[in-house]
């Protein structure tokens, strides 16, 4: 389905303009043939009732609206621009998703109030235009597995607009809720090929070679493809997706505390590490310069009793009391 614009004409004023001036002078004419014609009187009649048929032609759109048009079930084209349009009257606008809202911006429909029973109630008037607007999709959060087999949740935000109405109305039975699923099939498609953190031995280009990649590390890489991913998908849709983000990351709740322990442990096998690293270096440098400036002459033994002394007291977890020998140290 190839989308045609028809939107060029902008005669809807003319045309209101000229279906008044046939209602006033059908008044006329019943007045006129009340008196002196019965056949002006019976035309004023035929035309004063069938005259509103015109009303339905006219068509106001405003800015990035868009109305696609049928004429007894075949497409006739789709107005576009914001103006004051006049078309056949049998045309009716054609908008399979008008009554489907879904969890994002944009997604707003005409609303009133009814007095049902003594109170207000409010309804929602579904429309018949589509909507040209960037519009911004938050699917709910997901539970998937990652590549090392954890669950995760994870959430996206999807920003997205209609590019082909033609495509949008006819190619799908309703393109919101089939964005909104390609959305959750592309997510799992993705997130699949990551793990949650940086892993080892784990190819996530396609390449054959291991990286770093990881939806925690590589998330702007991430929501690139998932975006890719789900624009081959609503293609045949005419939607264009125009971002996709990650709004939410986490693992899921019967591992998080798992997880949590694990990092914990690794982030203070890295501190213990650094302290480590750290002493080792402290200790030679003490050596160096005890031997260097002759303070005092050690063998090997006392040596390993100061190494050992200083890497209690560099690396332990409180401070050292220190123990004061007022004897020899032989």
């Known amino acids: 389905m190839k989308e045609k614009i028809i939107g060029k004409r902008k005669n809807g004023m003319p045309m ?4 008044l001036s046939i209602l006033v002078l059908a008044v006329f004419g019943l007045i006129y043939g009340i008196n002196n014609s019965i056949v002006i009187m019976v035309v004023s009649l035929i035309v004063m009732s069938t005259a509103w048929i015109l009303f339905l032609g006219l068509k106001i759109l405003k800015p990035q609206e868009a109305l696609v048009l049928t004429l007894f079930g075949k497409y006739v084209g789709t107005l576009k621009g914001d103006g004051f349009y006049f078309v056949n009257p049998f045309c009716t606008g054609l908008n399979p998703a008008s009554t489907t809202k879904l969890s994002q911006s944009g997604d707003v429909r005409p609303s009133g109030t009814i007095n049902q029973n003594g109170q207000q109630v409010n309804i929602e008037m579904p429309t018949k235009k589509l909507s040209l607007k960037i519009m911004t999709l938050n699917n709910t959060r997901q539970k998937i597995n990652d590549r090392l087999g954890n669950p995760i949740e994870i959430g996206i935000a ?7 109405t033609a495509k949008a109305v006819f190619n799908v039975e309703n393109y919101k809720e089939f964005l909104s699923l390609q959305c959750d099939a592309a997510l799992r498609n993705i997130v699949r090929i990551y793990p949650y953190d940086v892993a080892e031995n784990v190819d996530t280009t396609g390449d054959g070679v291991a990286d770093e990649g990881s939806l925690r590390g590589s998330s702007d890489l991430v929501a690139q493809r998932i975006k890719e991913e789900i624009q081959k998908r609503v293609e045949e849709a005419g939607i264009e997706i125009v971002e996709s ?25 890295d501190a213990r590490k650094m302290i480590v690293d750290g002493a080792v270096g402290m200790v030679e440098m003490a ?14 033994e006392r040596k390993a009793a100061m190494v050992s002394n200083l890497m209690v007291v560099l690396c332990g977890n409180h401070d050292a009391q220190p123990v004061v020998n007022s004897g020899s140290l032989y």
């Open 245 to 269: 983000r990650i709004t939410y990351l986490a693992y899921a709740p019967e591992i998080a505390a798992v997880m949590l322990q694990r990092q914990q442990a690794s982030a203070i096998i």
């Open 16 to 19: 209101l303009l000229l279906i």
């Open 158 to 164: 999807v920003t997205w607009k209609i590019v082909d």
């Open 287 to 300: 050596l160096e310069r005890l031997s260097e400036n002759g303070v005092v002459e050690l063998d090997e």
